[in-house]
């Protein structure tokens, strides 16, 4: 395994897909938690120390409210942890601030709200420089990418 995603309740499994999405368009191996800061402290501790060991080398985070899944699994590893805040309320500003406000010196990186596609490319991106084929792969991504975009917009657009 290389990525954990984990997030605090099954409802945002719709909102977390884009990270699973972009980690198999890359094949990088991943795999899915739900669980809780709040409600199962001892278990997220234990999730942690597991995925160091079986060789996790990123962790995307999904929280929304308070927000406090990411920075709590912040300050139990050193692996990077990515936050992406959820829209359960005040149209997700308030998880957005939370991640973003980490006290030093314990970051936590943050995509925009609700962007768990992001935070995927993200991790992609950072096993990029361990990574050569992956590393490859990400260029052809962004070359197509280009290739792509000046396709479609070659002729201009109707206005």
Known sequence: M????IFGSKSDIDKMKGAANILKEFYVEYKAYVLSAH?????LSQTIREIEKDG???IIAGAGLAAHLPGVIASQTILPVIGVPINAALQGYDS???MVQMPKPIPVAVVGINNSYNAGMLAVQILSLKYPELKENLIKYRENMKEKFIKENA???EL
């Open 2 to 5: 290389k990525v954990a995603i």
């Open 155 to 157: 002729e201009g657009v």
């Open 56 to 58: 996790c080398e990123v």
């Open 39 to 43: 409600r199962i402290p001892e278990r």
């Open 96 to 98: 957005l601030l939370s």
